[in-house]
């Protein structure tokens, strides 16, 4: 049959915006590779939307934390991905966990039961020239689409290690023992500088050797990581003083406190435009979460920090989407390609299907020619879209879930403490999304 959009990736992301493509009636392609000749180093079976681990979806609370928020709003969208999860699980407390093979089983199901879908199994190479298409091949994209999406990019390469640094809460930073500044006041107060004296250094220096570090996947051990993004376990390494020649370097950064330069310094950078987030500079590290935790709060200024993600170290494949993508997650030099999932730059399964969600929806409403109105910033589903598509920093941008921190600041004339600081931003978010629903459905 003759199409109306070619969807290319069969994962949650894929088979989210497929889904919300052909129940609105458009003659949907799904390409999936997997089944067809292709396969990937990460999966195991050719169905769709394989999940690695039954407890992937996360929390389903949807008054206190993001990410159930984020199942709430789908949900309300008629997601595939929440009406095949809820249909696969189980009893696992407050998270959504599920039968893995249940699951991609509905989803399988649903799609292929569409009189408009045409589910194939084959591997694209090359980006469609022309017709409207949403490319959801995730964060191991084949090589040769990779070499297609970097030459429409004009990306050198998208195959690399993805080098995550933290990233904290700026309200859980103790600003009475850490400063803003800029190196020789170069720039304005742009840097959280947290000071360390010799004894704190060298304790945290013996703490990151010591650490349990994350081992490489079998598939990461042949892709080098660049110079320039080392570990930060692995600086220490190198000697006593190569991380105060390197990312904790002291140099130009007077300590109102002593006005003197510190033994050393971490620095924390702002990472998006809200200015809730801010990025240890320097930090990306093969540390085990529980690890990261316990060592990065031996930083003076960062002993009660919450982190909004932890740092990481793994090949990845992702666009640098707020340069890249414009607010419909169209890709600039060719606006009929959108991109959707992980390869976007979001982080974890909900997520990328949530990305998928929105660009079908999208793609649909270009399709039909209806206006695209979209979702407020307050909810999980506007703040997700807008980070990915322009609020966060281009030069910094890396893999995010979504998390509060994404949010427009709840304004109150007290200092809520964290619980109901949560549910200020979930009650929020369903106000704006309840008037928001009618535009889309």
């Not at 250094?201 to 081992?215: D, N």
């Not at 666009?319 to 606006?335: E, F, Y």
């Not at 730059?345 to 979209?374: F, N, Q």
Request: glycine content about 8%; some cysteine; charged content about 25%.
């Amino acid at each position: 049959m003759s199409i109306d959009v070619h969807v290319i990736g069969g994962g949650l992301a894929g088979s989210e915006a497929a889904w919300q493509l052909a129940r609105r009636g458009l003659r949907v392609r799904l390409s999936e590779m997997r089944g067809g000749g292709g396969a990937t180093a990460a999966h195991r079976t050719a169905a769709l939307a394989e999940l690695v681990c039954s407890n992937s979806l996360r929390s389903d609370d949807s008054d206190s934390n993001a990410v159930g928020l984020l199942h709430h709003e789908m949900r309300q969208l008629d997601s595939l991905v929440m009406r095949a999860a809820d249909k696969a699980r189980v009893p696992a407390g407050s998270a959504l966990a599920v039968d893995r093979d249940v699951f991609s089983d509905t989803i399988e199901a649903e799609l292929t039961a569409l009189p408009t879908l045409q589910l194939v199994r084959e591997r694209v190479d090359v980006l469609p020239a022309e017709g409207l298409a949403i490319v959801a091949t995730g964060p191991l994209t084949d090589a040769a689409l990779a070499a297609s999406i970097g030459a429409a990019t004009g990306a050198e390469s998208l195959a690399f290690f993805d080098a995550l640094a933290p990233i904290v809460h700026h309200d859980t930073i103790d600003m009475d023992v850490a400063w803003k500044a800029a190196r020789w006041d170069k720039g304005g107060a742009d840097y959280i500088n947290c000071p360390m004296d010799k004894v704190q250094y060298l304790a945290f220096r013996e703490a990151l050797l010591a650490g349990e570090k994350t081992a490489f996947k079998e598939w990461e051990a042949s892709t080098p990581y660049f110079e320039g993004c080392m570990p930060v376990e692995v600086l220490a390494e190198r000697g006593v003083e190569t991380l105060r020649f390197g990312p904790m370097k002291p140099v130009g950064l007077d300590d109102p406190r002593t006005g003197r330069w510190p033994y050393a310094v971490v620095q924390l950078r702002q990472d998006n435009k809200l200015g809730t987030l801010w990025n240890m500079v320097g930090f990306q590290t093969k540390l085990k979460h529980a690890e990261q935790v316990r060592v990065f709060r031996m930083i003076p200024g960062l002993q009660n920090a919450e982190f909004a993600r932890l740092g990481g170290l793994h090949r990845n494949t992702f666009l640098n989407s707020p340069t890249l993508l414009d607010r419909q997650l169209r890709l600039k030099r060719a606006p009929n390609l959108r991109f959707a999932g992980q390869i976007t730059g979001c982080e974890g399964y909900v997520e990328s299907a949530a990305v998928g969600l929105l660009a079908g929806v999208m793609t649909a409403c270009e399709a039909t020619g209806r206006d695209w109105a979209p979702p407020p910033r307050e909810t999980a589903l506007g703040a997700l879209l807008a980070h990915i598509t322009g609020d966060a920093e281009a030069e910094t941008y890396q893999p995010m879930n979504v998390n509060f921190g994404l949010f427009p600041p709840v304004v109150s004339e007290k200092r809520l403490k964290k619980p109901a600081r949560k549910l200020a931003y979930t009650e929020r978010a369903k106000s704006a999304f309840v008037g928001w629903l009618p535009l889309v459905v």
